[in-house]
């Protein structure tokens, strides 16, 4: 097979490559979009299939749009920037569709994607790594299929205009003192990244810079970065090898925190913690699951990876007894807190896995079950402490069509059905979609 070739798109799958074929292979191509002719180049060949990038667009499709993005296809942040909205929206249902296409009884209950009005500069929180030459460091993203490399994000469509100044003042800062950006493959250079938090709803912003040491310049940095920063800190990581972790956290300037609100809840958000990275679609997730809440009624609910509390505040203000579990402790005390912040009723809060969790917690007759997990889905034992609870209402929060049709099964296997699936575009301009289920089990079999 030439590593020249032109070939017609069938579809986009779930990692937001286009899929085409070639004789025995399957291609997946980058930059393509359903329905074109293009002319694509070999980037890599397996048994059964290979992948490649589009050297010309032949027979373009119309959803094409200029992505606005100069390092769009180079960076490793966006897959479908250069695919109009409606359309995205319609791909991702079809991740759905696919992922849980053995089940008919569930896909009909698949509704359509709930989008945003302005799916751009919607992130509330960016890391952007340092790469470059040692004596002009850029501030970015990492290049599509290559970690160690880094392209600017100086043109970034999904961080606000604020955040990106942000960037261009600390790549000046850098530069002009001379501090180096951390090498991984040498294991040399001092600084390595910088987290920018913004709060979409209170306007207060976060900066985080990491470095594998101090340096007696990291306290101009409040000065550099003026009052476009509410709170600035230095992230020391002097971790050379293996996964990068903080050792200590120092405080620059600010009160180390800020404040984000989600439909008149307000939250603290710390460097470190969990919190929904699109604020507007995270209030519409969250208040539909509210509606649905409503309509169940439920005197007691448990709140399983409960993260800061969002889902268990959102349950606890009407009044109902909410028993919330989440496996780490620093996040159950900022939900403590938070909770206090927002005067809300008494929540039962347990620092544990899930699958850790004791039985009394299944014990207490609870009418509704939220499950958030992360990507990786539920642990096994998760799944039997949860089943054998036997709500009659499972609300499940899933982030991965992939796991969520793993962990499906299980659940229609022990009598419930799906009610309802919602999908959430979370993540505009990536192939990632959220989907909110409502799993409910037939009064006859409900305990």
């Not at 929180?125 to 290049?143: E, I, N």
């Not at 509210?290 to 203000?317: C, K, M, N, S």
């Not at 982030?399 to 575009?425: E, I, K, S």
Request: net charge neutral.
């Amino acid at each position: 097979m030439n590593n020249e070739l032109e070939v017609t798109i069938e579809k986009t799958v779930f990692e937001g490559r286009a899929l085409a074929r070639h004789e025995r292979y399957v291609i997946f191509v980058d930059g393509a979009l359903p329905g074109e002719r293009v002319r694509v180049a070999l980037t890599g060949r397996k048994r059964n299939y290979a992948f490649a990038r589009v050297l010309e667009v032949l027979e373009a499709s119309p959803h094409r749009c200029a992505p606005g993005c100069g390092v769009f296809g180079a960076c490793g942040g966006c897959s479908l920037l250069n695919m109009d909205y409606p359309t995205q929206l319609a791909q991702k249902r079809g991740f759905l569709l696919e992922a849980l296409h053995a089940w008919p009884e569930v896909t009909a209950q698949i509704g359509d994607v709930l989008g945003m009005a302005d799916p751009y500069f919607f992130r509330n929180k960016m890391v952007y790594s340092f790469g470059g030459p040692v004596d002009a460091p850029v501030l970015g993203m990492h290049r599509r299929g290559d970690f160690h490399a880094v392209v600017t994000a100086a043109e970034c469509r999904l961080q606000s205009p604020q955040a990106q100044e942000l960037v261009r003042r600390l790549v000046e800062f850098c530069r002009a003192r001379n501090l180096t950006p951390f090498d991984e493959r040498r294991k040399v250079g001092l600084v390595r990244d910088v987290t920018v938090r913004e709060g979409k709803r209170t306007g207060q912003r976060m900066v985080m810079l990491t470095a594998t040491t101090a340096h007696p310049a990291f306290a101009e940095l409040p000065a550099v970065l003026g009052d476009l920063a509410t709170t600035v800190l230095l992230g020391i990581s002097p971790t050379l090898h293996n996964s990068a972790r903080l050792e200590r956290v120092e405080l620059l300037s600010g009160p180390g925190t800020i404040e984000e609100q989600l439909n008149g809840l307000t939250f603290e958000v710390g460097p470190t913690t969990f919190f929904q990275t699109n604020t507007l679609q995270a209030e519409q997730m969250f208040a539909l699951l509210a509606q649905w809440a409503d309509e169940v009624q439920p005197r007691v609910a448990l709140d399983l990876y409960a993260g800061t509390g969002p889902i268990a505040f959102h349950l606890a203000r009407a009044g109902r007894r909410v028993i919330a579990v989440e496996t780490h402790p620093a996040s159950v005390e900022a939900a403590r807190r938070n909770q206090q912040r927002n005067s809300l009723p008494e929540i039962e809060w347990l620092a544990a896995d899930v699958e850790k969790a004791p039985e009394a917690v299944f014990a207490n007759a609870p009418d509704l079950i939220v499950i958030d997990p992360p990507r990786t889905g539920l642990h096994p034992k998760a799944t039997e402490k949860i089943v054998a609870a036997g709500a009659p209402h499972i609300f499940y929060v899933s982030c991965n069509p992939a796991t969520l049709a793993r962990d499906l099964p299980l659940f229609l296997a022990a009598g419930y059905g799906v009610t309802r699936l919602q999908p959430v575009d979370m993540f505009p301009h990536s192939f990632h979609v959220e989907a909110l289920v409502w799993l409910k089990k037939p009064a006859k079999l409900a305990s």
